[in-house]
């Protein structure tokens, strides 16, 4: 899959800016999907010469001009077909982390990076749930679902609190095996 499709997706909550759709990425798409703000305005680009989203200029005043985007018919129609497909590929995990863990020589030197993974992923634990709050807006979990028209953000999101989760409870698990290893020599 290309940044193509996250951006479309992205686009789907309506218009906005390449500033905006950097921050939605940051907030939903980070964890699956991560892209630099300059991939995100290249991709706009494409996607404008394509067809597949359209462009305004907005003239502030103390500001830069800024543009805005929205999907077109075109767009949504490619976003419907490429989500009706299956995945091509299943999920990969490309982690620096696992990598150092795989070299580890050090106990004490990996136990550090697992704690500051374990900070990260509280700290994006947090944003998350804080994003599932606002979306909820005081309703429960059922009543969000029967009224919201799109569900898809709300799915995503709970794919990352899930991985989160996951992360933390791993984390818990090296640092009991690295405490043994130390206890036992």
């Known amino acids: 899959m290309s940044l193509k499709y996250a951006v479309l997706a ?10 905006e759709l950097s921050k939605v990425f940051d907030v939903s798409f980070a964890n699956f999907w ?16 394509d067809g597949l ?13 800024k543009r805005m985007f929205t999907l077109t018919d075109a767009g949504r ?3 419907r077909t490429f989500a009706a497909e299956p995945p091509r590929r299943p999920t990969a995990i490309r982690d620096e982390l696992l990598i150092k863990l795989q070299a580890m020589e050090d106990p004490e030197a990996t136990r550090a990076l697992i704690e500051e993974r374990m900070t990260w992923s509280r700290g994006k634990l947090d944003r998350y749930e804080r994003v599932r709050d606002r979306l909820l807006d005081g309703r429960t979990e059922d009543e969000y679902l029967s009224e919201s028209d799109r569900i898809g953000p709300y799915l995503t999101l709970l794919a990352g609190i899930s991985f989160e989760q996951e992360i933390l409870r791993w984390c818990e698990r090296v640092l009991t095996v690295l405490r043994h290893r130390v206890a036992t020599g």
């Open 10 to 19: 992205a686009l789907l909550e309506g218009e906005a800016s390449g500033y």
């Open 34 to 49: 991560p892209a630099t703000p300059q991939q995100l305005y290249r991709e706009l680009e494409r996607l404008a010469q």
């Open 77 to 79: 129609e490619d976003l």
């Open 53 to 65: 989203v359209e462009a305004r200029f907005v003239q502030q005043e103390r500001r830069p001009n």
